[in-house]
């Protein structure tokens, strides 16, 4: 049975950091391309961070420079390291995971197959 778990969601004040983690099971998620997206209250889900099966991400340009995503294929957890957090950031994360896409489509969350169940995030001014 596939799962992803997300953890380490919670409230901060801007300026501040939080490291969220999925934890993958079911598959074998070194071989799986993995993201985060988020969804904030009125808003449609979008595309925050996605890495392929080695080291290659990509970023929305609103967390550039700020928000680091990374995977440890030996423990099957997936990071988003958040830093600078600003109240724009709030919402649910989620990290979802797919068998394969091209890498111009990282972002692009109609190529996900599997997805958490979220963790919220709130970043207070």
């Known amino acids: 049975q596939v799962q992803l778990v997300e953890s380490g969601g919670g409230s901060v004040q801007a300026g501040g950091s939080l490291r969220l983690s999925c934890a993958a099971s079911g598959f074998t998620m070194s071989t799986y391309f993995m993201a985060w997206f988020r969804q904030a209250p009125g808003k449609e889900r979008e595309g925050v961070a996605g890495i392929n099966t080695g080291t290659i991400t990509t970023y929305v340009e609103s967390v550039k420079g700020r928000f680091t995503i990374t995977r440890d294929n030996a423990n099957d957890t997936l990071y988003l390291q958040m830093n600078n957090l600003k109240p724009d950031d709030t919402a649910v994360y989620y990290c979802?995971?797919?068998?394969?896409?091209?890498?111009?489509?990282?972002?692009?969350?109609?190529?996900?197959?599997?997805w958490g169940q979220g963790t919220q995030v709130t970043v207070s001014s």
């Open positions: 979802a995971a797919a068998a394969w896409l091209t890498l111009s489509r990282l972002l692009d969350q109609s190529q996900y197959t599997f």
